[in-house]
T-cell receptor, first 117, second 115 residues
C-alpha cells in the first residue's frame, strides 16, 4: 500500500518570503498522480496543484510550484511571495495510475503553515 | 455552479444514537467519495459510490457504517449506534469521472461530535 509522509508538522514564513513544504511517498508503481491540498481554518479542502508522475516538468500554478523528484519519491511544494491568506494546513496526496483503485487519494498527515506579517 | 454541499456542518450525537451525513455532489458529477479526518490526521478514504452503486467500501468499518447514493437525492453516510471514536470530520468529494488527473472537489465537511 502507498504511504505519504509529511515530516514537518508545522512551518512558518514571513509575509512575502518563500517557503517549501516537504512530502515523500512510498510506492512500487511507475505511473501515478500527486496533489497538494490546502485546508484553511474554514476546513474546506482546496486543490492547490497537481502533478502527473510521467511528466518530468514540474507543475506551476501562479505562486505555487512543485519540485518533483521521482527517483527520490519526493514532491515538495514551494510557495513564493507568501501571503497571509496562505496560512492553512497543507496536505500532500497520492493517487494510483489508471486501473485498480486509482480513485483513492492517500493523504499525508499535513503541515500547518503560519504566515507572519 | 455550486460546489459540493454537505449538511449538517456540525452534528452532535450521544453514544448509541444514529448520525446521518448528507452530500450533494457538484452538478454533473456522478462519482462520490467519502473520507474521514480524525484529529491531527490526514483524510482517509472510506467509500466510493456511483449512482445507485457502491464501488469500493474497503475503507469503511464493517459494522455500523453504511453509505448510499440513490438515483435521486444526495449521498448519505449513515453511522448507527455512534461511539466516541466516531468523532471526526467527514468529507465528501465528487468528480466527473474517476481516476487519472480527474480532480476530486471536496465539500466543507461535517464535524461529528459524539458525547
Amino acid at each position: 500500500a502507498q504511504t505519504v509522509t509529511q515530516s514537518q508538522p508545522e512551518m512558518s514564513v514571513q509575509e512575502a518570503e518563500t517557503v517549501t513544504l516537504s512530502c515523500t511517498y512510498d510506492t512500487s508503481e511507475s505511473d501515478y498522480y500527486l496533489f497538494w491540498y490546502k485546508q484553511p481554518p474554514s476546513r474546506q479542502m482546496i486543490l492547490v496543484i497537481r502533478q502527473e508522475a510521467y511528466k518530468q516538468q514540474n507543475a506551476t500554478e501562479n505562486r505555487f510550484s512543485v519540485n518533483f523528484q521521482k527517483a527520490a519519491k519526493s514532491f515538495s511544494l514551494k510557495i513564493s511571495d507568501s501571503q497571509l491568506g496562505d496560512a492553512a494546513m497543507y496536505f500532500c496526496a497520492y493517487r494510483s495510475s489508471p486501473g485498480g483503485s486509482n480513485y483513492k487519494l492517500t493523504f499525508g498527515k499535513g503541515t500547518l503553515l503560519t504566515v507572519n506579517p | 455552479n455550486a460546489g459540493v454541499m454537505q449538511n449538517p456542518r456540525h452534528l452532535v450525537r450521544r453514544r448509541g444514537q444514529e448520525a446521518r451525513l448528507r452530500c450533494s455532489p457538484m452538478k454533473g458529477h456522478s462519482h462520490v467519495y467519502w473520507y474521514r479526518q480524525l484529529p491531527e490526521e490526514g483524510l482517509k478514504f472510506m467509500v466510493y459510490l456511483q449512482k445507485e452503486n457502491i464501488i469500493d467500501e474497503s475503507g469503511m468499518p464493517k459494522e455500523r457504517f453504511s453509505a448510499e447514493f440513490p438515483k435521486e437525492g444526495p449521498s448519505i453516510l449513515r453511522i448507527q449506534q455512534v461511539v466516541r471514536g466516531d468523532s471526526a470530520a467527514y468529507f465528501c468529494a465528487s468528480s466527473v469521472s474517476a481516476g487519472g488527473l480527474e480532480t476530486q472537489y471536496f465539500g466543507p465537511g461535517t464535524r461529528l461530535l459524539v458525547l
